[in-house]
């Protein structure tokens, strides 16, 4: 059976007639050239003031069971849970929280430090720079030139107060049978829970604030 002439391996006389070239030299180049010249003169200010109180009674009992069988024949998965819980919570307390706040913030100078930003330069009205040609050089050129004055103020006064009671009894039973045969699965999941919560409290929450702000 002859071979296809695609698959058909060359003769020696083949070989011997092939040949080859050196590949020229490649040009590398930039792909992304960027240059950033950043000048900036910042005040930033942002006095804070928060206040948190709170009363909390947090019960959290969890009861759990769990049995399996994977792949077992003739076998049996009981799970039982049983919980009894009981749960008695009483807040007799104050919260208070108080923010009170005077701030007084001072940005009306140019630049950092008191020291007057410089004049821009002044412009003839005619543009100098030159665009280079968008088919040659990096395919991507970016030149940024900043120059910015800032100033920001952020006077922030909070407060929170907080009274709260928080439960959760949590009964689990899990039982499975899985891909098995002649097997049985119980679970049983019992839960007696009896809470009692009491808040006799106060939660004050008090936020002053006074800013003078000169920018």
């Known amino acids: ?9 060359l003769s020696p006389e083949e070989l011997a007639a092939e040949t080859g070239a050196a590949l020229p030299d490649k040009e590398v180049i930039s792909l992304l050239d960027l240059n950033a010249d950043l000048d900036i003169a910042l005040d930033a200010a942002a006095p804070i003031d928060l ?11 969890i009861d ?11 076998s049996s998965a009981q799970a039982l849970s049983d919980q009894g819980v009981l749960i008695d919570q009483g807040i007799t307390g104050e919260a208070v929280a108080n923010a009170p706040q005077d701030s007084t913030v001072d940005q009306s100078d140019d630049a950092v430090g008191g020291e007057p930003a410089p004049a821009p330069a002044p412009t003839t009205g005619e543009a100098t720079e030159t665009v280079g040609d968008p088919l040659s050089g990096d395919l991507l050129d970016i030149d940024i030139d900043l120059a910015a004055d800032v100033d920001l103020a952020a006077p ?3 407060a929170v107060a907080a009274n709260a ?3 959760a009894p949590i009964d689990a039973a899990v039982a499975a049978n899985i891909g098995s045969v002649g097997s049985e699965a119980t679970a049983v999941a019992q839960q007696d829970a009896i ?5 006799d409290a ?7 604030q006074s800013s003078t702000i000169q920018q």
């Open 165 to 167: 009671n928080v439960a």
């Open 51 to 61: 206040a948190v109180a709170a009363n909390a009674n947090v019960a959290a009992p």
């Open 1 to 9: 059976m002859s071979q296809p002439d695609d698959l058909r391996p």
């Open 195 to 199: 809470i009692t919560q009491d808040i």
């Open 64 to 74: 759990a069971a769990a049995a399996a069988n994977v792949l077992s024949v003739d």
């Open 202 to 208: 106060s939660a004050q929450a008090t936020a002053d």
């Open 156 to 158: 922030v006064a909070g």
